[in-house]
């Protein structure tokens, strides 16, 4: 009976970390289609893909260990280089292209970098 319960607990992880990295990544799309200039557009793709391709690397981290007794270094090693490497692209890309003078959006209210 218990054996039941743990099974479902697990299902509805493995459901909710599938789901959420799919939110993450679907609504990431929609920011970078929406958002008004490239960095804002930058922050959406940067922080979806953190985000969404984690959660679905955990979810099926979960999945093949519970269904499958496996435990895969590669899905840990994937969940630690994206959450590496995609903030450091991203910040990156960012100030390479305000330093090659791409603008901020007109409606911008602050900008940073700007030397008084």
């Known amino acids: 009976m218990s054996g039941t ?40 793709a940067t922080k979806s ?18 269904e499958h007794d496996i435990i895969s270094g590669k899905l840990l090693l994937g969940v630690l280089f994206i ?10 890309i960012g100030r390479a292209a305000y330093k090659s003078g791409v603008p901020l959006w007109e409606e911008s209210i602050q900008d940073d970098y700007k030397q008084n």
């Open 49 to 66: 893909a953190t985000l969404g391709v984690a959660g679905i690397l955990i979810g099926a981290f979960i999945f093949m260990y519970v």
């Open 83 to 92: 959450l590496l490497t995609a903030p450091v692209s991203g910040h990156m």
């Open 5 to 44: 319960w743990i099974n479902i607990v697990f299902d509805l992880l493995i459901c909710f970390f599938l789901l959420s990295g799919t939110f993450f990544l679907i609504s990431g799309s929609i920011g970078v289609l929406r958002f008004p200039d490239v960095y804002t557009r930058l922050h959406a």
